[in-house]
């Protein structure tokens, strides 16, 4: 039976909006009294629309933002109970990458000094030793030694993500959270990197909590898949079995809205 890496057990946030004087604030729940696991070297993905929980689930699990109740356990630990010597351990182990390239690096930083950050923060290594690492991260997501002195707007969206994706591998961790990596990507280009995810999975032993919206991206990456409504799980299923026997309604209609291309009469 597969390590368990992360239990997730009756997660829940929610979020008070006040509505003004007089008024009774208004509870967003955002995540209501989700359970599931994580396996070590599965990939796991969290599908639903916008709003569903799934991007907010992700943020508890980085210990981002706190639950409003129920426990994250890392390999049988509650992270919420973390000194902070064990939560700096922790973030070095779970790492992500962000749904946006163009946002999620600093546009006054340098390739080389994007990706090495990490390195600078949370190791003793040397200014050699950290371009040494640098520069073996660009060669293994397809980036050119000469790229390493070259800022961000010089890339294309494509290329910006393959740097957020080095730098979510500097530290060497053990799960990485895939935040909608590909959905602000042309279709062409997409492709492209959800292979460079599946090679880089294969190459250094890693887990993956892939989060998206679109069925059609996680249909061939997927381990398990979990589908998010209103912060509600409502499915879980192996990928093939969810795709072959979808049992509620909602999973149902994300399937439908799959586009499919038929061949020219």
């Known amino acids: 039976m597969s390590q368990t890496v ?8 929610y979020y008070e ?3 003004g004087l007089f008024k009774k604030p208004k509870i967003i729940k955002a995540v209501d009294d989700i359970s599931f696991d994580v396996r070590k070297g599965e990939i796991l993905s969290l599908v639903g629309e916008s709003g569903c929980g799934k991007s907010t689930t992700a943020k508890l699990i980085l210990k981002i933002e706190d639950p409003t109740d129920g426990a994250i356990l890392f390999e049988g630990k509650n992270i919420m109970e973390f000194s902070a010597k064990e939560l700096a351990e922790y973030r070095t ?6 749904q946006d390239p163009y946002s999620s690096l600093n546009p006054r930083w340098k390739v080389g000094k994007i990706i090495g950050e990490p390195l600078v923060l949370n190791s003793d290594m040397t200014p050699e030793q950290i371009k040494e690492r640098v520069l073996y991260l660009m060669d293994r997501v397809g980036m050119r030694p000469e790229w390493y002195d070259r800022y961000p707007h010089q890339f294309s969206g494509g290329q910006r993500q393959r740097i957020g994706i080095a730098r979510a591998l500097a530290l060497k961790p053990e799960v990485i959270i895939c935040d909608e990596p590909v959905s602000a990507l042309d279709v062409s280009i997409q492709a492209q990197v959800l292979n460079l995810l599946l090679d880089l ?39 093939e079995e969810l795709f072959n026997n979808p049992e509620h309604e909602y ?14 009469s």
């Open 93 to 98: 182990k779970v790492q992500i990458i962000f």
């Open 6 to 13: 992360f239990q997730i057990e009756h997660l829940k946030k």
């Open 251 to 264: 999973t149902r209609k994300l399937l439908s809205a799959i586009p499919v291309i038929k061949a020219a």
């Open 201 to 239: 999975q294969e190459e250094f032993d890693l887990t993956y909590i892939f989060i998206s919206h679109d069925l059609s991206v996680v249909n061939h990456i997927s381990d398990r898949i979990v589908v998010m409504y209103y912060g509600h799980i409502v499915e879980m299923k192996s990928a």
């Open 17 to 19: 909006i006040n509505l």
